[in-house]
């Protein structure tokens, strides 16, 4: 049904777009210089007013149909249906449109078949409906933008308005979205801070969220102290960081100081395609080849290395993170003026003087941006370290020992069955929260900083 | 006339383009020394081989003999060597984004001049003097030296350049981004500083070649066409084609 809303609106538009230009054209006999806009802009002018309005009824048509229709189905359930508790009457609506639909319902009740019938014949009245309102405005929207057609009539004007709007309403949805996700973090966590108070979260040092469903399981109460797990985030970013900012930066310095450009053009795209492995093969590389490789190590020289480390994750996450500090510091480095490495060459320096003196220096800041996103990056990584890091919430500095990160632990949390209201889930969205205002103060101070620094050379 | 550069025979090539042709020119000591000619005839890459700044540029290729004092600067110089004997005044003002006193004291730290501190402050001092910039800058010292004005930037490179005491600056048009006072200030710390070192200047301006230098060489596609004493070659050019860059025929 969508599919020829669809191929009908676009029939009319493009129809809309040549009798909107035809008859620009014609209004002027022909002579071009006695418009206003070009010809085109008038066939954009008609055809905007054919689409727009009926693209946009769709749309409404689209999410309000169900939740009508859903009202009709429930106004005609029978008692036993309309006391359902909110989470079961979803499955139940749920079920119904998949009955009505031919999909797969969790369950199939004489009810549900009672109601999916007349589901079904409502959804058929619907879209047939939908179809003939959405083709009648598109066509009432062709008569009406054609009537308004003249030379004087300022089309490019009009269109150049109508895209704007289209672009500010597009940026808007994307705003939209951030700002919800944020809402409903902060939402689900202050539930969570409702059961557990924040101090306790944020101070306590036992991490152990298992708690009882049911009342005659043994699951210890909950302990929800996030330190070892902020410790062990801390821990790997460490890590990770001591492996990629050094060679990171160094591979930059030779790419943009001493490489020639044949190197270049081969090194450059190799460390890309670094950073365009899928980071789940970065976890297992890490867990099945790092992480037995560093035990056995550690096991010859007499160190008691555990089977998922926080070293294991840390260096694959390390390398992982090269290619980022690498480009971004390549574009600072290369940003500093050549007019400056020929002033300190012109006093005698080598090259690696300059780097070191003048360089550096200069680039700094923008390394320093830089290496502030690696870290946002690596605090928020996920797949290496829930491979390779462990579960356990081990509150050391140890970096032989089995550590856990804050992403690990939401994806714990929240894999397998789960009440929504536990404090054990909520947990997620407290920790969820915290990562989030952590990265974006990074990212906000190292945007900052990178954009400062541009400002200085251009 | 004692001469401190002796080249003969100079060509240079960028890639398979051959930039300059078979020049052959002496650069007098304690003088000032103006390389004219129409744009891209290679009056830059000529001063280039003297300091062998080409060398940072991979595809440049110089060859010819370029001779310092008598020594060959390719065989017998080190480059850094030759390059704090030989500094260089770039164009478009390039000071470090680092403060005035770091500017001045970079190039004697890096060639180990002086490494007290005392020792540098005399340095700056005198470097600053003599470039006629210490007046204006000596109460902000430790301020960026990015913040000066153009025609005080271009003053600090050439009190940079003087810091490492060389015995001839290469200047590649150090006017053409500054006012006219500020330019009238650099050609009269040119002739200064014309008693104690060997100057070498390019210039796109006729004018100020005939005003601060005492010899002339005219460049054009590649070929020195002729040189020598300046009153000469503005009054009285051997060549039809300086006659006609002169009288402002071509440019
Ligand atoms: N870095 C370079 N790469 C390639 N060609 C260059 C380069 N620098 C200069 N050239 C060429 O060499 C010629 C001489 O340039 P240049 O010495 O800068 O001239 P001038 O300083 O007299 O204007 C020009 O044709 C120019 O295009
Ligand atoms: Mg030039």
Not at chain 1, 10 to 35: C, F, H, K, P
Not at chain 1, 323 to 336: E, G, K, R, Y
């Amino acid at each position: 049904m969508f599919l020829w809303i669809a191929v009908a609106l676009l029939l009319i538009i493009m129809g809309a777009y040549y009798t909107g230009r035809g008859r620009a054209v014609s209004s002027v006999s022909g002579n071009y210089t006695a418009l206003h806009s070009l010809p085109s802009y008038h066939g954009y002018y008609v055809a905007l007013w054919a689409g727009l309005p009926a693209f946009i009824l769709s749309i409404i048509w689209f999410f309000v149909a169900p939740q009508v229709l859903e009202g009709i189905v429930l106004s005609q359930a029978p008692e036993s249906v309309t006391s359902l508790p909110p989470e079961r009457l979803q499955v139940f609506m749920a079920d119904v449109a998949a009955i009505a639909q031919g999909g797969i319902p969790s369950q199939v009740t004489p009810e549900r078949e009672a109601a999916a019938e007349i589901y079904g014949s409502y959804l058929s009245v619907s879209n047939w409906l939908m179809f003939a309102v959405a083709i009648s405005l598109a066509v009432a929207g062709l008569t009406y933008g054609r009537a308004r057609i003249r030379p004087r009539l300022r089309a490019r004007n009009s269109v150049e308005s109508m895209v704007n709007l289209v672009l500010i309403i597009c940026s808007t949805i994307a705003i939209l979205t951030t700002v919800g996700i944020v809402f409903s973090l902060l939402f689900e966590a202050l539930r969570f801070f409702a059961r557990v108070p924040f101090t306790d979260f944020l101070f306590g040092l036992q991490w152990s969220p298992q708690t009882a469903i049911r009342a005659d399981q043994v699951g210890g109460s909950g302990e929800f102290g996030a330190v070892p797990i902020f410790a062990g985030t801390f821990l790997i970013t460490l890590i990770a960081m001591f492996v990629a900012v050094p060679i990171g930066l160094m591979s930059a310095i030779y790419l943009s100081d001493y490489a020639s450009n044949s190197v270049r053009s081969v090194v450059k795209p190799i460390l890309e395609i670094l950073a365009g492995v899928p980071t789940v093969v970065y976890g297992f590389f890490a867990a099945l080849t790092v992480a037995p490789t560093l035990r056995a190590w550690g096991g010859s020289i007499g160190l008691d290395v555990a089977s998922e480390s926080a070293l294991a994750a840390g260096l694959v996450m390390g390398v992982m993170i090269i290619p980022f500090v690498s480009s971004l510091s390549d574009d600072v480095i290369n940003a500093v003026p050549q007019s400056l490495r020929d002033a300190s060459a012109g006093l005698g320096a080598t090259n690696s003087e300059t780097i070191r003196q003048v360089i550096l220096p200069a680039a700094l800041p923008g390394i320093v941006g830089a290496i502030l996103l690696a870290v946002s990056r690596a605090i928020g990584e996920t797949m290496i370290v829930v491979m390779a890091a462990g579960l356990a919430a081990n509150l050391t500095a140890n970096p032989l020992e089995a550590v856990t990160t804050v992403t690990v632990q939401i994806v714990t949390l929240l894999v397998g069955d789960q009440e929504f209201d536990s404090a054990k889930t909520l947990a997620a969205f407290a920790l969820g929260l915290t990562l989030f205002a952590v990265t974006l103060v990074l990212n906000v101070i190292a945007l900052r900083i990178v954009q400062r620094y541009r400002e200085k050379y251009d | 006339m004692e001469m401190k550069f002796t080249t003969k025979n100079v060509n240079v090539y960028y890639g398979d383009a051959q930039a300059i042709n078979n020049v052959s020119l002496d650069i007098p000591d304690r003088a000032v020394m103006a390389m004219i000619g129409p744009s891209g005839c290679g009056k830059s890459t000529y001063l280039r081989c003297l300091n062998r700044m080409n060398d940072t540029i991979p595809i440049a290729r110089v060859d010819g003999d370029i001779r310092l004092d008598g020594h060959d600067i390719h065989s017998e110089i080190d480059v850094v060597h030759l390059r704090a004997r030989v500094g260089m005044v770039f164009q478009k003002p390039n000071p470090f984004p680092k403060s005035i006193f770091d500017n001045i004291a970079y190039g004697p730290k890096l060639h180990g001049i002086a490494t007290k501190k005392s020792d540098l402050e005399a340095i700056v001092e005198e470097s600053l003097q003599k470039a006629g910039l210490w007046n204006e800058v000596k109460d902000r010292l430790g301020s960026p030296g990015t913040g000066l004005s153009g025609g005080q930037q271009q003053r600090l490179c050439i009190a940079r350049a003087i810091a490492v005491s060389p015995e001839v600056i290469l200047m590649d048009e150090p006017c053409s981004a500054l006012d006219p006072i500020a330019t009238a200030k650099i050609e009269e710390l040119i002739d200064e500083l014309r008693q104690n070192y060997c100057i070498a200047i390019v210039t796109h301006s006729m004018q100020q070649a005939a005003r601060v230098s005492q010899r002339t060489a005219f460049f054009h596609l590649g070929d020195l066409v002729e040189s020598g004493p300046t009153t000469e070659i503005f009054t009285n050019p051997k060549d039809q084609r300086t006659q006609d860059y002169i009288t402002g025929r071509f440019g």
